[in-house]
């Protein structure tokens, strides 16, 4: 493999590489092609644990004709950043480690909203669509959903005393909220299964926000972006009728909501801080403050 690197420019040399890292890997998982092992997504994603690590870890080593360490696809968890670590190994050059930026305020420096994701009721999906709604005046409000297995007749009862009742038939809902592409986000369909909705929304949302903005979010994977994120409700598991044993290990994760913004840092490769803020109805608010104070100082 080395000696079909030479000659070859940057950008081939990686691309070669990349190929027969994929190649190895899905040897190793069983595979029967590449294709089953996409250059971006994680190993760990992929199926590998400790003892095909090590396996890749080995082809690799007998193919490259290097000494590689055992915990090799743990510090370069994709086949793309595995090639060009191999690269970077093989030409000498040395990874320089990022040191932090020193802090300079930024006084003058306007704070400016480059892009929006949004969901509201009354089939709102983006911000464009939610300004329509208000510009036209248009009733957001609609009849209970019927995918949710709730009983509505029992649900419903026309006296507001009646405790775990409802007195009305309407409300502001999000029809589409169970619908979510698990794998897209590299979650697998139990865990997406034990996720609070607003979880699964958030993913959501934060990729659009990149998209509405021209922003391709793959292309921030090891950036210093910071998510700053303002929740409060959180009350899935008490409204859920699935029972403990079908979540289990999911549950945590999936209810905590402090683990919200670092679940968008971890699915979009994003290394600034990832903060999720609590302080009741004003949590937006006071996120908003702390994403902007934090630019404003560097």
């Avoid at 490259?64 to 086949?79: E, K, N, Q, R, W």
């Avoid at 969901?119 to 009849?143: C, I, N, T």
């Avoid at 006296?159 to 619908?179: H, I, Q, V």
Wanted: glycine share 12%; with cysteine; proline share 5%.
């Amino acid at each position: 493999m080395r000696k079909q690197l030479v000659g070859g420019t940057p950008a081939q040399r990686h691309q070669l590489l990349t190929q027969h890292i994929r190649a190895l890997a899905a040897s190793v998982l069983g595979h029967s092609g590449i294709e089953a092992i996409p250059a971006s997504r994680p190993f760990n994603e992929l199926g590998f644990d400790s003892l095909t690590a090590v396996e890749l870890r080995n082809k690799l080593s007998a193919t490259m004709g290097m000494s590689l360490p055992t915990t090799l696809i743990f510090d370069y968890p994709t086949a793309d950043g595995l090639a060009g670590h191999l690269l970077a190994e093989l030409s000498g050059d040395q990874v320089a480690v990022a040191e932090s930026a020193a802090v300079v305020e930024q006084s003058d420096d306007p704070i400016v909203i480059v892009g929006m994701a949004c969901r509201y009721p009354g089939g709102v999906a983006s911000p464009d669509q939610l300004w329509d709604l208000v510009a036209e005046g248009r009733d957001a409000l609609g009849a209970f959903p019927t995918d949710r297995g709730w009983d509505l007749e029992a649900l419903f009862d026309s006296d507001p005393d009646n405790s775990g009742t409802s007195y009305t038939r309407e409300g502001g809902f999000l029809y589409d909220a169970g619908d979510f592409d698990a794998d897209f986000f590299g979650i697998s369909p139990r865990e997406a299964l034990a996720m609070d909705p607003q979880q699964r929304l958030l993913l959501e949302t934060a990729w659009e926000a990149f998209e509405n903005a021209g922003i391709d979010p793959h292309g921030l994977h090891g950036s210093s972006t910071g998510v700053y994120t303002g929740i409060a409700a959180h009350d899935f598991l008490v409204l859920s009728s699935m029972s403990s044993s079908e979540l289990e290990g999911y549950a945590g994760t999936g209810n905590a909501g402090s683990v919200v913004s670092g679940r968008v840092s971890y699915v979009l490769g994003l290394e600034g801080p990832a903060l999720t803020v609590d302080t009741g109805c004003s949590s937006s608010l006071v996120t908003l403050h702390m994403a902007c104070g934090a630019l404003r100082s560097g």
